[in-house]
Nanobody
C-alpha cells in the first residue's frame, strides 16, 4: 500500500494550496483518511480527517474555517484545501489511512502513512 502526497510548495502568507494524496496498492473501503503535519522541532499534529462516505469530517479546532478535507473514492484520492495560509502553517504534511468508520485524531490509530509533502509559507 502506498500513499503519495503532492501539491506542497512555497506560498506567500495569505495564499492557498491544495494538497492531494493518492492511494495505490489496495482498494480502500469503509475507512478513514486523515491529514497530519509536523513543523520543525514540534510533534506531529492532527489536521483533519474524513470518513469513507465523506459525510463525516473532523478538524483541529485551530484550523476550522481555513482548511477543508475532501475525498474522491473513484480516484482513491483525498484532498486538503488550505486557505489564508500563514507562517505557522509551515510544516511537512502527511496523509494517513485508518481502518473503520469513525473519524479520529490520534496518530497511533492510523496504519498507513505517506512520505509527506513540504509546505512553506513565507511572510
Amino acid at each position: 500500500v502506498q500513499l503519495v502526497e503532492s501539491g506542497g510548495g512555497l506560498v506567500q502568507s495569505g495564499g492557498s494550496l491544495r494538497l492531494s494524496c493518492a492511494a495505490s496498492g489496495r482498494t480502500f473501503s469503509r475507512d478513514v483518511m486523515g491529514w497530519f503535519r509536523q513543523a520543525p522541532g514540534k510533534e506531529r499534529e492532527f489536521v483533519a480527517a474524513i470518513s469513507w462516505s465523506g459525510g463525516n469530517t473532523y478538524y483541529a479546532d485551530s484550523l476550522k474555517g481555513r482548511f477543508t478535507i475532501s475525498r474522491d473514492n473513484a480516484k482513491n484520492t483525498v484532498y486538503l484545501q488550505m486557505n489564508t495560509l500563514n507562517t505557522e502553517d509551515t510544516a511537512v504534511y502527511y496523509c494517513a489511512h485508518a481502518p473503520g468508520l469513525t473519524v479520529r485524531q490520534w496518530p497511533a490509530s492510523y496504519d498507513y502513512w505517506g512520505q509527506g509533502t513540504q509546505v512553506t509559507v513565507s511572510s
